[in-house]
């Protein structure tokens, strides 16, 4: 079974603060995708990572892929509240037919003004 | 867009009592999965399905079926509920690949 591993699991920052969120495996994932959730919401894609070493930007936010493609990490430059959500993690599994994605626990990030 | 839309947003229901829950996607996608979503515990699969009439379980299968009838739909249906199946319930649909779509949710009481 693959595991993704997420921390922190909780984090509350002030606004303009930087933060990273890691999403490590013992696992190679041939892509890693990053989710955000909002509440009452089901999960939205913020992000796909296909090579090792993949660095992806999304205005503010920062993804890489770990160049063994087992680890993954998503920064925050100056945090605004409209980041507060549940960040996930998702890997797709070299070995694992179709669609199917293997989820972290989350990280829980709060924003404060 | 794609839209993927589930029937209920909040079900409380009884212990032993029968419950569907219904998804229902918009853009012809092959794949559907089902999900139940608890704090610290993350998304765990409970059964996908990659086609019509084809289904295959997930990682807690236990005490949950699923159906697809038509390629549209999926539904998961707990024969006997249990308060231990309280929780959110996440539908996602996605084509060939890997980025799936997720439905709002729904999220079951089980008194």
């Known amino acids: 079974t693959q595991l993704l591993e997420q921390s922190p699991q909780f984090l509350s920052i002030q606004e303009g603060e930087n933060l990273t969120v890691y999403c490590n495996s013992s696992?190679?994932?041939?892509?890693l995708q990053w989710y955000r959730q909002e509440p009452g919401e089901g999960p939205v894609l913020l992000v796909t990572?296909?090579?090792?070493?993949e660095v992806k930007k999304l205005k503010r936010l920062t993804f890489q892929f770990g160049d063994a493609r087992k680890d993954s990490s998503l920064h925050i430059t100056a945090a605004q509240p409209g980041d507060t959500g549940l960040y996930l993690c998702?890997?797709?599994?070299?070995?694992?037919?179709?669609?199917?994605?293997?989820f972290g626990e989350g990280t829980q990030l709060t924003v404060n003004p | 867009d794609v839209k993927v839309t589930q029937s209920s947003r909040y079900l409380v229901k009884r212990t032993g009592e029968k419950v569907f829950l219904e998804c229902v996607q918009d853009?012809?996608?092959?794949?559907m999965f089902w999900y139940r979503q608890d704090p610290g515990l993350g998304l765990r699969l409970i059964y996908f399905?990659?086609?019509?009439?084809?289904?295959e379980k997930g990682d807690i299968p236990e005490g949950y079926s699923v159906s697809r009838e038509k390629k549209e739909r999926f539904s998961l249906i707990l024969e006997s509920a249990s308060t231990n199946q309280t929780s959110m319930y996440l539908c996602?649909?996605?084509?060939?690949?890997?980025?799936?779509?997720f439905g709002p949710g729904t999220r079951l009481t089980v008194l």
């Open positions: 853009m012809d996608h092959e794949n």
């Open positions: 996602a649909s996605s084509p060939y690949g890997d980025t799936q779509y």
């Open positions: 990572v296909v090579t090792g070493g």
């Open positions: 998702a890997g797709a599994g070299e070995e694992t037919s179709g669609s199917r994605l293997t």
């Open positions: 696992s190679v994932f041939s892509s």
């Open positions: 399905s990659y086609d019509v009439k084809m289904k």
